[in-house]
C-alpha cells in the first residue's frame, strides 16, 4: 500500500505558475498516482514522474481565490486505495515575477519590464532613478530611458505594486548602471628629489571595485565578471610604484603613483595610462610626470626668488632680469611683480596680485590660484615661455600691449587646460594666441 506523505495540502497564488512534488512511501510494487480533477479547477492538473512522485502544477486565473479540492493518491500496483481530497487554497493577492536585478548602460537606450500579475506599480518615493531613467506605469510596467554619463553605479530601488483590494506588494530591484571608464585626475604631477610623494590617478565608470583579489582577475572583458576597473601603466622612474589595490586587495578605480625620487629619476616623464573595466573602449591618458630637485622650502627674499621651490614663502615676491623663479607647491602670501626675470607657478596659490611686463617669461600652471587681480602689460617680444593653463583667476585679469603671444588654455592642446574666470577679463591691442 502506498501512502501519500507531507505535504497534503497546496498553496497557490493567482496569477502565476505554481508547483508543488508530492512523494510516497509504503509500497513494495510500483506506484502510480490517481487524479480526479475540481471541476471548478481546470487549470491544475498532475503529472507522474514514474519514480513515485509526482508534480502538481497550475495557474489560477487572475482573480480566482478560495479552496479546491481535486482527489489525489498514490496507488501501488495490485493494490486498492480510497482517493482523497487534496485541498488546493488559492490566493488572489499582487506578485510581483519579474527578475529582482536590470542593467543599463551609459549613453545607450535601454528598458526593463516589470511582470506583475496584476495592480499598478509605482517607485518608493525614497529612492529615485538615476538622471535618464524613468518608470512607466501603465498596463506594461517598465524602467526605460538612456542613463546620463555620471550616473554609472549601483541603486537599491523599491517597487510598489498596489492591487487595491487584492492587497499590496514590493519588490527590491537591483539596478546596475554600467559606465565606461574615463580618467578624471589632470594629466600633470610634480614630484621632488628625495621627498616622499603621491599622486592620485581617479576615475569615473562603474564597475569599479573588484569582487574578488586581485591575484584571480584578468583583463575585465564585461561588467558582470567581479573584475572592477584594471590599470595598465608603461614604466615610471625606478624609485616610485603604482597600484589600486584596496587593503582588503581588491581592484579600485583609483591608482596611486607613489615613492621618493633619487637624482637618478630627475626630469620629464611621459607615463601612459589605461583603465578599462570591461564597459566599452578603455580610457587612456599621457601623464607628463615632473621630477625636479628644489632648492629649498621657500626663497630667503622677496627680493631674490632665483630657485625652484615647494614652500609657502609671507612677503611679496620681485622676479628681476637674470632670475628664474619657480613655485613647484605651497603658495605666496601677498604680490608678485615679475620684470626681466622668469616665473613659473604650479599648484600654488597667490593671495594677492600678479604684475607681469618686460622682458619677462612667465607660466601660471595647472592647480595655481591667483586670488588678487592678474596684469600681463608691455611683455616683449622674444619671451619664450608664457601661458596660463588650468590655473583659477579670481579678480580681474587685464592682457594689454604685448608684443608676444600669450597663450591662456586651448580647445586643442590637451597640455594647456583651459582656465576658470571670477572676474573681468580684458585683451586691449595685445599680439595674442589666446584660447579660453
Known amino acids: 500500500m502506498a501512502n501519500l506523505l507531507p505535504p497534503t495540502s497546496a498553496n497557490f497564488i493567482a496569477g502565476i505558475p505554481n508547483q508543488l512534488l508530492l512523494d510516497s512511501n509504503g509500497a513494495i510494487t510500483p506506484v502510480s498516482w490517481t487524479f480526479i480533477a475540481d471541476p471548478s479547477a481546470p487549470w491544475l492538473n498532475l503529472k507522474d514522474n514514474g519514480d513515485g512522485t509526482a508534480l502538481l502544477t ?3 486565473p487572475v482573480g480566482t481565490s478560495g479552496s479546491f479540492s481535486p482527489k489525489i493518491d498514490p496507488v501501488a500496483a495490485a493494490t486498492f486505495t480510497l482517493i482523497n481530497p487534496f485541498p488546493v487554497n488559492v ?3 499582487p506578485v510581483f515575477s519579474s527578475s529582482t536585478s536590470a542593467a543599463f548602460t551609459v549613453g545607450t537606450e535601454g528598458s526593463f519590464s516589470i511582470d506583475t500579475t496584476q495592480g499598478s506599480v509605482s517607485l518608493d518615493a525614497v529612492r529615485s532613478l538615476p538622471s535618464g531613467l524613468s518608470l512607466s506605469s501603465g498596463s506594461t510596467p517598465s524602467i526605460s530611458g538612456t542613463a546620463v554619463p555620471g550616473t554609472g553605479g549601483q541603486y537599491e530601488i523599491t517597487l510598489d505594486d498596489n492591487a487595491g483590494a487584492a492587497g499590496s506588494t514590493s519588490q527590491s530591484l537591483t539596478l546596475n548602471v554600467w559606465e565606461t571608464p574615463q580618467i578624471t585626475s589632470a594629466n600633470t604631477a610634480t614630484f621632488f628629489v628625495g621627498m616622499p610623494g603621491s599622486f592620485a590617478v581617479t576615475t569615473i565608470g562603474f564597475p569599479n571595485l573588484s569582487a574578488h583579489p586581485a591575484p584571480l582577475i584578468e583583463l575585465p572583458t564585461s561588467p558582470t565578471e567581479g573584475d572592477g576597473m584594471s590599470f595598465g601603466v608603461s614604466v615610471v622612474p625606478a624609485d616610485l610604484q603604482f597600484s589600486n589595490l584596496n587593503p582588503q586587495g581588491l581592484l579600485t578605480g583609483t ?3 607613489q615613492g621618493t625620487p633619487s637624482a637618478a629619476d630627475m626630469g620629464l616623464h611621459q607615463v601612459s595610462i589605461t583603465a578599462q573595466n570591461g564597459v566599452g573602449a578603455a580610457a587612456q591618458q599621457t601623464l607628463m610626470l615632473n621630477i625636479v630637485k628644489v632648492t629649498g622650502p621657500a626663497p630667503a627674499s622677496g627680493r631674490k626668488c632665483n630657485g625652484t621651490y615647494n614652500g609657502t614663502f609671507n612677503g611679496d615676491v620681485t622676479v628681476s632680469a637674470g632670475q628664474n623663479c619657480i613655485f613647484l607647491a605651497g603658495g605666496i602670501n601677498g604680490n608678485v611683480r615679475v620684470h626681466g626675470g622668469g616665473l613659473a607657478l604650479a599648484n600654488v596659490k597667490v593671495s594677492g596680485d600678479v ?3 618686460g622682458a619677462s617669461a612667465f607660466s601660471i600652471g595647472d592647480g595655481s590660484e591667483v586670488t588678487g587681480h592678474l596684469h600681463i602689460e608691455n611683455v616683449a617680444s ?3 615661455t608664457n601661458q596660463i593653463c588650468g ?11 604685448n608684443a608676444t603671444p600669450i597663450q591662456m588654455g586651448s580647445l586643442s592642446d590637451s597640455s594647456c587646460l583651459g582656465n576658470s574666470f571670477g572676474g573681468d577679463a580684458a585683451l586691449k591691442k595685445s599680439h595674442q594666441c589666446s584660447a579660453f
Request: overall charge neutral.
Open 58 to 60: 497550475g495557474t489560477p
Open 91 to 93: 490566493d488572489n493577492i
Open 382 to 384: 622674444g619671451s619664450t
Open 391 to 401: 590655473a583659477k583667476l579670481d579678480g580681474n585679469v587685464l592682457v594689454l600691449r
Open 255 to 257: 591608482l596611486t603613483i
Open 355 to 357: 604684475l607681469v611686463h
